[in-house]
């Protein structure tokens, strides 16, 4: 069974750069998986924050970006700030009509 | 503007059904895929159940296939899934999202969720 990994948590000093990633735990994440990225605060729906790898979804500030780093997707935070702290989930598209989530990583900014 | 809203989630006995519906607006609704994604309290996103623009194809995550059904009808911009076998990890928000079935394969817009609780 595929599982898609995520670092638990981590914490970032407002105004500092914090990387995400987001792997599988068997082989290597690439583009061909379509990764895209979600954003969740406790109680709300989430919001889509990038998607194909590194493509910013629509009024998301240019301080989010995405990459492949390594075998991995990854998900960077340049200059924080303390409203993104919050919980990021990545997906992959795993073809045939099946996506799967990562189990989140929750961020603090202190 | 795209808006999603999900309804008919409640209180059900495990081995019971239930059926949410998600009302979609601001888009041209069969143009689109749409998905259902659900939380569990406390816990991170899941991927349920996808079904093309035309309604014709389905897909299930392996937790909920031969007991869930979804389907759609175009003409009443509307997603429907039905649950049947309900067990108590079933019990979450349900979210419906507006989906890429084809590349870039995403969730663009979301609703805002229906908690469905299984127990007796």
């Known amino acids: 069974q595929t599982v898609v990994t995520q670092e638990p948590s981590f914490s970032v000093s407002p105004g500092g750069t914090v990387t995400l990633t987001c792997g599988l735990s068997s082989g290597s994440v690439s583009t061909s998986f379509y990764p895209s990225w979600y954003q969740q605060t406790p109680g709300q729906a989430p919001r889509t924050l990038i998607y194909?790898?590194?493509t910013r979804s629509s009024g998301v500030p240019d301080r989010f970006s995405g990459s492949i780093l390594g075998n991995k997707a990854a998900l960077t935070i340049t200059g924080a700030q303390a409203d993104d702290e919050s919980n990021y989930y990545c997906v992959l598209y795993m073809g045939s009509g099946i996506w799967v989530f990562g189990g989140g990583t929750k961020l603090t900014v202190l | 503007e795209v808006q999603l809203l999900e309804s008919g989630g409640g209180l059900v006995q495990p081995g019971g059904s239930l059926r949410l519906s998600c009302a979609a607006s601001g888009f041209t609704f069969n143009n689109y895929a749409m998905s259902w994604v659900r939380q569990a309290p406390g816990k991170g996103l899941e991927w349920v159940s996808a079904?093309?623009?035309?309604?014709?194809?389905?897909y299930y995550a392996d937790s909920v296939k031969g007991r869930f059904s979804i389907s759609r009808d175009n003409a009443k911009y509307t997603l429907n899934l039905q649950m049947n076998s309900l067990r108590a990890d079933d019990t979450a928000v349900y979210y419906c999202?507006?989906?890429?079935?084809?590349?870039?394969?995403?969730?663009?817009?979301w609703g805002q969720g229906t908690l469905v609780t299984v127990s007796s």
């Open positions: 999202a507006k989906t890429y079935n084809r590349n870039p394969y995403y969730f663009d817009y």
């Open positions: 079904v093309s623009g035309t309604g014709y194809t389905t």
């Open positions: 194909s790898t590194d």
